[in-house]
């Protein structure tokens, strides 16, 4: 079983910037891919990013593509998400994800979740 925890979300201005973070418990995190989606207000989750095991392969969605960037810390169990110039449209809940198997962009190819940290784009 392998939990996960985000930590990092809030309120912030337009243009600003956050760092999401994610740790999980266990002894698989070096063997797991690792996602991001999020929910937006009346919308469906989606895929935001994604970062293979040893942090080679990443995947960026186009919508937050030159403003989000991936990394992980295998030593530390721990996933991040930088965030810069936020927009309005970036308010969402944000949540990790954990994938035994190869990286994917569908939520079903995740088999662990965390609860999820709010993130909030002011003007």
């Known amino acids: 079983q392998v939990q996960l925890v985000e930590s990092g979300g809030g309120l912030v ?4 910037s956050l760092r999401l973070s994610c740790v999980a418990s266990g002894s698989t995190f070096s063997r797991s891919a690792m996602g991001w989606f999020r929910r937006c ?3 469906e989750r989606e895929f ?3 970062i293979s095991s040893g942090g080679v392969l990443r ?8 403003r989000f960037t991936l990394s992980r810390d295998n030593a530390k169990n721990t996933v991040y998400l930088q965030m810069n110039s936020l927009q309005l449209e970036d308010t969402a809940i944000y949540y990790c994800a ?5 990286l994917g962009l569908r939520e ?3 088999e662990y979740w965390g609860q999820g940290t709010q993130v909030t784009v002011s003007s």
Do not use: H, L, N, W
Request: aromatic fraction near 12%; proline fraction near 4%; charged fraction near 20%.
């Open 59 to 66: 995947y960026i969605a186009d919508s937050v593509k030159g």
């Open 41 to 43: 207000p009346g919308k």
């Open 108 to 110: 079903y190819e995740y």
């Open 98 to 102: 954990a994938s035994g198997s190869r």
């Open 48 to 50: 935001v990013a994604g």
């Open 13 to 16: 201005q337009a243009g600003g």
